[in-house]
Nanobody
Framework: QVPLVESGGGLVQAGGSLRLSCAVS????????MGWYRQAPGKQRELVAV???????SYTDSVKGRFTISRDNAKNTVSLQMNSLKIEDTVVYYC???????????WGQGTQVTVSS
């Protein structure tokens, strides 16, 4: 297993911002498409945003214009800047590292984001 260490979740009011970060071992990070997923109770885990090794990004429609994913190749970290948070963004967020040449996926432990009215 490859440890992914997440940080940055918490409680924020609607309209506020949070920044999630995820640290990964260097050897895995450099080979990985990095992503953030989220999962509500009783629902399937869904993709929020991904950043490829070349820096290109993709977002699910519901977060476009509000969330920004970025990777720091010097620090082996991926971050998710979440602005204009909505109550419906309240779920557990998971960091994901997908090593394409191995078809292997690794997950963080999850971090709770709670948006209050």
């Amino acid at each position: 297993q490859v440890p992914l260490v997440e940080s940055g979740g918490g409680l924020v009011q609607a309209g506020g911002s949070l920044r999630l970060s995820c640290a990964v071992s260097g050897s895995v990070f450099k080979l990985s498409r990095m992503g953030w997923y989220r999962q509500a109770p009783g629902k399937q885990r869904e993709l929020v945003a991904v950043v490829n090794t070349d820096g290109t990004t993709s977002y699910t429609d519901s977060v476009k214009g509000r969330f920004t994913i970025s990777r720091d190749n010097a620090k082996n970290t991926v971050s998710l800047q979440m602005n204009s948070l909505k109550i419906e963004d309240t779920v557990v967020y998971y960091c994901n590292a997908y090593v394409m040449i191995l078809s292997a996926a690794y997950w963080g432990q999850g971090t709770q984001v709670t948006v209050s009215s």
